[in-house]
């Protein structure tokens, strides 16, 4: 059974860093591409982008020069860093594997990072 | 503002059916047998339901079915249940290559 946990720091400062982990339990890890979706309050679901074990990554293009993602698939550790932040990357930050056909069939459950002073 | 198109509201008695649609362009959802759709309850994560236009994961009821039509995709939920009540959201490929865009998501009321 598959099974991703996401864990970090619940409040970040403008302009600071987030950086998220989730832990991933999949003994078929390196064979999958691995990604990063969010959630603002009360809103929809953006794609942020996904990583592949060989350290192949793809980023969303509005997020793409702020964004960090990288896969330690003996570890099973996946791992975010989104920088200067702002207001506007407050959202619940999910953790999902990715499928060929650009779906997603397994979530963490999800943790929610607010950006405040 | 979301890339695709979902009402924001869609309701049903239970038994009932109802239909939900995705409308995107040429370049999402008309351009690619891409097309998924997530069910999401308050406070949970999504949960897939449909993906590549009609296939449904192992465990997702027949209840559920999607299908495209041009650059519009649908789902239908039949035999309403008091379960189905939630958010859902459909995906497709497009906008960029790799890029998995969404819909603003569709709250479905089980009256």
């Known amino acids: 059974q598959v099974q991703l946990q996401e864990s970090g720091p619940g409040l970040v400062k403008p302009s600071e860093t987030l950086s998220l982990t989730c832990s991933v339990s999949?003994?078929?890890?390196?064979?999958?591409?691995w990604s990063w979706l969010r959630q603002p309050p009360g809103k929809g679901l953006q794609y942020i982008g996904r990583?592949?074990?060989?350290?192949?990554?793809f980023y969303n293009p509005s997020l793409q020069s702020r964004v960090t993602m990288s896969l330690d698939a003996s570890g099973g550790l996946l791992s975010l860093r989104l920088s200067a932040v702002t207001a506007a990357d407050t959202a619940v930050y999910f953790c999902?594997?990715?499928?060929?056909?650009?779906?997603?069939?397994?979530w963490g459950q999800g943790v929610l990072v607010s950006v405040a002073s | 503002q979301s890339a695709l198109t979902q009402p924001p509201s869609a309701s049903g008695s239970p038994g009932q059916s109802v239909t939900i649609s995705c409308t995107g362009t040429?370049?999402?959802?008309?351009?690619?047998?891409?097309v998924s759709w997530y069910q999401q309850h308050p406070d949970k994560a999504p949960k897939l339901i449909i993906y590549?236009?009609?296939k449904r994961p192992s465990g997702v009821p027949d209840r559920f079915s999607g299908s495209k039509s041009g650059n519009t995709a649908s789902l239908t939920v039949s035999g309403l249940q008091d379960e189905d009540e939630g958010d859902y959201y459909c995906?497709?490929?497009?906008?960029?290559?790799?890029?998995?865009?969404f819909g603003g998501g569709t709250k479905l009321t089980v009256l």
């Open positions: 990583v592949y074990a060989s350290g192949t990554t």
């Open positions: 999902a594997r990715s499928r060929p056909a650009y779906f997603f069939d397994y």
């Open positions: 995906s497709s490929h497009g906008g960029a290559k790799n890029l998995v865009v």
């Open positions: 040429s370049g999402d959802v008309g351009g690619y047998e891409y």
């Open positions: 999949d003994f078929s890890i390196a064979s999958y591409y």
């Open positions: 590549e236009v009609t």
